[in-house]
């Protein structure tokens, strides 16, 4: 656990090469983004993110459209889940590390569905007493088998590139529960927008698992911080921690603490 790092603390700016590396990422994580959002993510002006989205256009890595960006071929369609697990590996497994210290013996938890929160759920096998209420299949297999662990489903719609249950039944299963905290995730946070995500029945689902818990808990890798989709699901005000990589934007983190949300960094 850390605070964040302010202006002073040695960071070098990002040029060339790990800029372009770095907007390649986010749109594999993304899908599909815009100047304004890349700019944001890489801390850069439009002008330098809109050469890089030519030059790595010319290269092969992406396709360029009016305003923004997408992975080649991928402009109307979500990447699956597969892809999104290879994006900033080891940073979520390290910022599954981080979370599992905010869970107790005893606890009862929601889990929402994401590649991070699937590490965080493969981290608690150990406890004992554990309440774990989820919508991921991903999640509830990776606890099934324990006997210490207790694992509600919800109901819902499974949707497939997030191997989660969504919609009215699985907002209906969630609806009059009190749970410690919700740990769950999205496709971008930032201090202005709060969580949010492409995806309609996702992100009503999404504020279903927040509600549910007296505590919020965002798990997000750097490629997330200063993205903004389209679907807001949890404004800051309501995110009580967030945990994310040392690589993440430090001025959004300072924007995010000054909203009131505790700032945990994973080291890798």
Do not use: C, W
Request: glycine content about 10%.
């Amino acid at each position: 656990m850390s605070d964040v790092q302010g202006p002073g603390d040695g960071r070098k700016p990002v040029f060339g090469a790990e800029r372009r590396q770095r907007i390649v990422e986010l749109l594999r994580a993304n899908g599909t983004l815009s100047l304004r959002q890349l700019a944001q993510a890489v801390q850069s002006s439009e002008v330098t993110v809109r050469r890089d989205v030519r030059a790595l256009e010319a290269d092969g890595l992406l396709d360029r459209h009016h305003g923004g960006a997408s992975l080649p071929g991928e402009l109307s369609r979500e990447p699956t889940y597969l892809q999104k697990a290879q994006v900033a590996k080891a940073e979520k497994a390290a910022i599954a590390d981080l979370a599992a210290a905010l869970v107790e013996d005893g606890d009862a938890i929601v889990i929402g569905p994401g590649t991070t929160t699937h590490a965080l759920a493969q981290r608690l096998t150990g406890h004992t007493e554990l309440a774990v209420v989820t919508n991921s299949l991903l999640v509830a297999q990776a606890l099934a088998g324990f006997p210490r662990i207790e694992v509600v489903v919800t109901g819902g719609t499974l949707r497939g590139s997030v191997q989660a249950l969504v919609g009215s039944a699985a907002e209906r299963s969630l609806a009059g529960l009190r749970m410690r905290r919700a740990f769950i995730s999205g496709n971008g946070l930032t201090a202005e927008r709060g969580l949010s995500t492409p995806n309609m029945q996702v992100a009503s689902t999404d504020k279903a698992l927040a509600a549910s818990a007296e505590e919020v808990v965002v798990l997000a890798d750097h490629t997330k911080i200063g993205v903004n989709t389209m679907v807001q699901t949890v404004p800051a005000e309501q995110i009580d921690h967030l945990v994310t990589g040392d690589a993440a934007a430090q001025d959004e983190l300072h924007e995010l603490s000054a909203r009131g949300v505790r700032i945990h960094v994973a080291r890798l």
